[in-house]
């Protein structure tokens, strides 16, 4: 087993200590740690707050995501979990044209989602993977028409890029 | 407090800088066509003003001179109002306020960064004795994910005490912990030595429920701060992912009257949105440096996730210098996320000198062991603990 399989099975492993060096590990290895992309978005709904915390640093330096993480990443865009979702769509925007195949994820998150943070997210997002479908451009509008100053702002950003 | 400040400023010059700070804040994005919206908070009572004033005043004409005093009248007030802005720090863990600080200490002078390339560290000495008397070190430092995990590795704990009794004051980002006792156990691991350190910190701060603390760490035998002008930065707006973390502090000195003072301005930016996020902190420097008429010296410090080249707006602020350049501030040395900014006609208390602090080298670690400690390295700054006055020139090359 080499150094990365072995993060990958300690990042899933049942004993939190483990998931927790895994976790460590990964916020120690800047953009290199992007082969398990996906995984540390999981570990942000982790049940241990160090857990979540060094998964969440490690997410922060990690640049833009594998393109075989993409669809995992689509999905985990709609998680219960309000972080998991939050770094899903971050993932997806920082993708850019790779994660063109989100955009309906996206604009589903951005026009339903009770998370005020991930739909600001999502609106950031499309803009970054530069989605233009007419889907696209009535869910970024109507956010621009929003209360939520952030979300209106980033919104707009997003219809003039 | 009595103090003499003998810089000044042209009113005109400042005010425009404000009124756009506040414009920003309060505005929403509404654009020039809402620009007199009656309903904003500070603009708005300007507009409401003269609407009233003419409603009341038909048949008096209403010329600029009675616009301007308006405007200027509303901006003093806006400028208090920014100051009450500040949401006051009632963390139970400040550590210190005026006058409960022990004297400055006599000893040995030795600049830090002289013994840091030295690799130096006497454990049984103080650490303010191996630092110059008349300077200040002040630093910045991200201690990537700092909560209960990393203050349960002793080996980490001890290189970040190690790193803190190098400074005078260090403004620390990342704290990540729902533990209250963090600060307080960091602070005892770099007292062990006998060393006067005290804290304060901020609120937990993000947009998601993986939240951050800024921390300003300080030497209470070389700084104090003022307990009435603590707190974190309002951001009506939400430009930013991390409202700053502003504290103002003053040197240790016999004449305290002619002490160095000063703002610090501590942050932390969203690297998703660097850009939009440094444009934002343009303004809240120029707010802070508004915010009191005794105080314009503003140190702007932190990870702002943008190298020299991507200061925006806050690079355009006139005389504004900061001090890292072609050097990398992080711990793999390949990008250069963190800095020190201030005016350089203003704060002319900066000494030329700055460095990153290199842990790997200073403490003899591996790159691993290094990165077990932060993905960040300190970057500091000296000046001096005497006010300087005010001359039109700048200190830094820009």
Redesign the interface.
């Known amino acids: 087993m080499d150094a990365k399989q072995r993060i990958q099975t300690l990042l899933a492993s049942s004993v939190s200590a483990e998931r927790?060096e895994a976790a460590?590990q990964l916020?120690?290895m800047?953009q290199d740690a992007s082969f398990v992309a996906a995984e540390l978005v999981a570990a942000?709904a982790d049940d241990e707050?160090?857990v979540?915390?060094?998964a969440?640093?490690a997410l922060?330096?990690l640049g833009p995501p594998p393109v075989s993480a993409i669809d995992s990443l689509i999905a985990l865009a709609t998680s219960n979990d309000?972080?998991a979702a939050?770094w899903a769509i971050?993932l997806l925007?920082?993708a850019e044209t790779n994660a063109s195949g989100g955009a309906a994820t996206l604009v589903d998150v951005l026009s339903n989602s009770s998370d005020g943070?991930a739909r600001?997210r999502a609106a950031?997002a499309l803009g970054k993977i530069g989605a233009k479908d007419s889907a696209t451009i009535a869910a970024l509008q109507q956010a621009a028409a929003s209360g939520d100053?952030?979300l209106?702002?980033i919104a707009?950003q997003s219809l003039t890029q | 407090m009595a103090r003499r400040k003998t810089k000044s400023r042209s009113k005109s010059r400042s005010r425009i800088p404000l009124l756009l700070w506040l414009f920003t804040l309060f505005s929403g994005g509404g654009g020039v066509g809402g620009y007199l919206n009656p309903d904003w908070p500070i603009i708005g009572p300007i507009v409401t003003s003269l609407i009233h004033w003419r409603q009341e005043n038909p048949d008096v004409a209403l010329d600029g001179n009675l616009i301007r005093q308006a405007v200027n009248d509303e901006i003093h007030n806006a400028t208090n109002a920014v100051v009450n802005q500040i949401r006051p720090n009632t963390n139970p863990y400040e550590q210190t306020s005026y006058g409960q600080n022990a004297s400055i200490q006599n000893g040995q002078v030795v600049p830090a960064q002289y013994a840091a390339a030295r690799g130096q560290n006497n454990s049984s000495q103080h650490s303010t004795n191996r630092r110059p008397i008349d300077k200040l070190l002040i630093a910045t430092f991200n201690i990537q994910v700092f909560g209960k995990s990393k203050m349960a590795k002793p080996e980490v704990v001890d290189v970040l005490a190690k790193v803190v009794r190098h400074f005078d004051l260090v403004a620390i980002q990342e704290v990540r912990a729902q533990d209250d006792n963090i600060l307080p156990d960091f602070i005892r691991a770099i007292n062990a030595d006998g060393s006067q350190y005290g804290f304060i910190i901020g609120p937990r701060i993000g947009r998601t429920s993986s939240t951050e603390q800024y921390v300003y760490v300080f030497d209470q035998t070389r700084v104090e701060y003022d307990p009435n002008a603590v707190g974190t930065m309002t951001d009506p707006s939400d430009m930013l992912h991390r409202e700053p973390f502003v504290a103002r502090f003053r040197a240790r000195t016999g004449s305290p009257q002619h002490a160095f003072t000063f703002w610090m301005v501590n942050t932390h930016t969203d690297p998703d949105e660097v850009p939009q996020e440094v444009a934002a902190l343009a303004d809240a420097f120029e707010v802070m440096q508004r915010s009191r008429k005794d105080e314009d010296d503003v140190i702007l410090l932190g990870d702002l996730n943008a190298d020299e080249t991507q200061m925006g707006r806050l690079g355009t602020i006139p005389a504004m210098g900061w001090v890292v350049r072609g050097a990398m501030t992080n711990t793999r040395k390949n990008k250069a996320y963190d800095n020190i900014l201030f005016s350089t006609t203003t704060t002319r208390e900066f000494t030329g000198r700055w460095g990153v602090f290199d842990i790997e080298k200073t403490f003899g670690l591996t790159r691993q062991q290094a990165l077990a400690v932060s993905d960040h390295l300190p970057v500091w700054a000296e000046f001096s603990v005497w006010e300087a006055p005010t001359a039109n020139r700048s200190v830094v090359p820009r």
């Open positions: 927790l460590e916020c120690q800047g942000c707050e160090d979540r915390a060094s969440v640093g922060e330096e309000p972080l939050y971050t925007g920082r943070s600001q950031w100053p952030r209106a702002r707009q």
